[in-house]
């Protein structure tokens, strides 16, 4: 266990920060959880046209569940109770760790609520809308949240790895318990194109808002 520890501290230092003010700033940018909400938007707009009241309210009790069972159960019982040191926390390897613009997270890190949240809401509606360009989409996105943390220096690859792990668990699990309440719709092609649109453009708004920030 302590090999482990070590290499999953080690791989961290690999894939922490780097020298470019522009990416420091992309990163922060797609970090911040206000950066997504068109894209939850988006996927509420698709729900809305594609299903009836009373299954858009299941659809959007599902997605608070996930949240609740993922990111809350994370930080309110799990980080507390292991009480695993965040790297930029770490008294072995704090000082070694790149940070940006001096941020450093709460105290404790296991495992990533950035990783359980994103992922969970992912795989929930691409096992809900059921295309493959939206899967792609929203995989991305969760992904793409994983490596901000671990570019920050917030969490350890090992934090990443099994926060995608409990959140394939409540996603999949909040998406059976949803087909035991009612069956799901089937989405048009060309709405789940909608959200797909927004991720690309709110990666787009990061990198042009870095551009802009670093020109100032």
């Not at 059921?130 to 934090?159: E, F, K, M, Q």
């Not at 309440?181 to 787009?204: D, N, R, S």
Request: aromatic share 14%; with cysteine; hydrophobic share 50%.
């Amino acid at each position: 266990m302590e090999e482990l520890i070590q290499f999953d501290k080690q791989l961290l230092l690999m894939v922490n920060g780097s020298d470019s003010v522009f990416l420091d700033y992309v990163v922060m940018t797609l970090t911040n959880g206000l950066t997504w909400i068109p894209l939850y938007l988006s996927l509420l707009y698709v729900v809305i046209k594609t299903n009836k009241p009373k299954d858009i309210l299941f659809i959007v009790a599902a997605a608070g569940l996930c949240v609740l069972f993922a990111g809350t159960v994370d930080d309110t019982i799990v980080k507390p109770l292991v009480a695993r040191w965040r790297p930029t926390h770490d008294p072995e390897i704090g000082m070694l760790v790149d940070t940006v613009d001096n941020y450093r997270g709460g105290n404790y890190g296991f495992f990533s609520a950035h990783a359980c949240n994103t992922f969970s809401i992912a795989l929930f509606f691409s096992l809900l809308m059921r295309r493959r360009v939206l899967t792609i989409a929203l995989i991305s996105y969760s992904l793409v949240n994983c490596w901000t943390r671990l570019y920050l220096g917030v969490h350890y690859p090992g934090d990443i790895t099994v926060g995608l792990l409990w959140g394939t668990i409540v996603g999949y699990s909040v998406y059976r318990l949803y087909c035991r309440i009612t069956i799901p719709a089937e989405y048009k092609e060309h709405l789940c194109y909608v959200p797909v649109v927004v991720f690309l453009l709110t990666l787009g708004y990061a990198l042009c808002r870095a551009s802009f920030i670093t020109l100032l």
